[in-house]
């Protein structure tokens, strides 16, 4: 096991290389970019989603780029929206942004500080990329794990006994409820329960904005842990739902796959109840595929489920920060979120193939090629 989990490891440095070199390159041909976003706020043409965060540099750069305008009408430039500008100023933007060096020296710059985890200075944000990462992060924590625990510690026991009772009155009508909820949108869920529980129209319960209230810091200690749990009530049960919809079914579809196999009817044959079938024989099996998907489930659930919650239950996050840096082409933060992002993933992808050993010892990961 140990040189299966070191393997995996060695091969975590090139897939990673591989997910940044190819974001990169999309990134050189995307259309805009931090120096015509600067240019934009200067020239007064920054409208839209971008035009949210204004910027001091970019403030800072306009007032001298108006101050440096050429009399001549401008000079020609590869920036749209640059002509009238002092072709000095436009060359201290890219200086400034980093765009006066080659592209791969660019890149390889970038690796290089990435691996002792040096994202850098937000283009837009007086502040460093990681000491942002850190102020959004508790949110995003905060809303993926006990999402995920939550869908799992319900939808594997339900699962569990509707595939014991398939056809059942209890299969069916939780079938219908579970499908309902699985039809229903998150976002539209949110809506719904902040309009029911949130002081919408109806009962006023349960807080809006925030992880914790004003006063969170003077409440004794299970008052916060109460205060905490009061806020996330809402965006978890919006999250969830589709979630707990989804693992719920396929935890009945593999545990019922399992329970036709032959090796079940043998087991009833010499003897053995119920509960032994089921958990000794038959849970090994079954839960292979539902571990199989927690990777995916995990990642989505803390990073880019959470953004429509987010921005519903006015929540900062990671999820809200990344949109927002796309948008705004802060590239700093949009590649330092995505190196997280991969990382925790391929991570979180070692931990589900050790699972499995966990879940069925038979599982022998020494033979396995990576």
Request: hydrophobic share 50%; proline share 4%.
């Amino acid at each position: 096991m140990a040189a299966y989990i070191t393997r995996r490891i060695l091969f975590m440095v090139p897939t990673l290389l591989g997910i940044m070199l190819v974001s990169f390159i999309v990134v050189q041909f995307a259309p805009g970019g931090p120096v015509e976003r600067v240019i934009a706020q200067i020239s007064g043409s920054d409208t839209g989603a971008t035009s949210r965060i204004s910027g001091s540099q970019g403030g800072d750069f306009g007032a001298r780029g108006a101050g440096q305008a050429s009399p001549g009408g401008g000079v020609s430039s590869k920036y749209r929206g640059a002509q009238g500008l002092d072709p000095e100023f436009i060359k201290n933007l890219e200086k400034q942004f980093g765009f006066d060096k080659p592209a791969y020296q660019r890149f390889f710059l970038m690796i290089w500080n990435f691996t002792t985890f040096d994202f850098g200075k937000s283009f837009f944000r007086d502040t460093s990329v990681l000491q942002l990462i850190k102020e959004k992060l508790p949110v995003s924590m905060s809303l993926g794990i006990w999402m995920t625990l939550l869908t799992y510690l319900i939808s594997i026991p339900l699962g569990i006994r509707k595939a014991v009772a398939d056809g059942s009155r209890f299969d069916t009508w939780t079938s219908s409820i579970i499908i309902i909820g699985y039809a229903i949108p998150g976002f539209l869920f949110a809506i719904l329960l902040i309009i029911l529980f949130a002081g919408g129209s109806f009962w006023d319960i349960f807080p809006l904005r925030g992880l914790t209230s004003d006063n969170w810091a003077a409440l004794p200690w299970y008052a916060k842990i109460g205060d905490y749990f009061w806020h996330l009530t809402l965006p978890i049960i919006s999250m969830a739902l589709a979630a707990f919809a989804t693992m719920t079914l396929l935890t009945k579809n593999s545990f019922l796959d399992e329970i036709r196999k032959q090796y079940v009817l043998t087991a009833r044959a010499k003897g053995c109840t119920s509960t032994q079938v089921l958990y000794g024989h038959i849970f090994r099996n079954a839960m292979l595929i539902v571990i199989a998907g927690f990777p995916g489930a995990f990642v989505h659930a803390f990073f880019t489920g959470a953004l429509l919650i987010e921005t519903i239950f006015s929540l900062d996050g990671l999820g809200l920060l990344g949109f927002e840096s796309v948008l705004n082409r802060d590239y700093p933060v949009v590649f330092a979120t995505l190196y997280i992002f991969s990382l925790v993933g391929l991570v979180v992808n070692l931990l589900a193939d050790l699972t499995y050993t966990w879940v069925d010892p038979r599982i022998d990961f020494e033979t396995r090629e990576v």
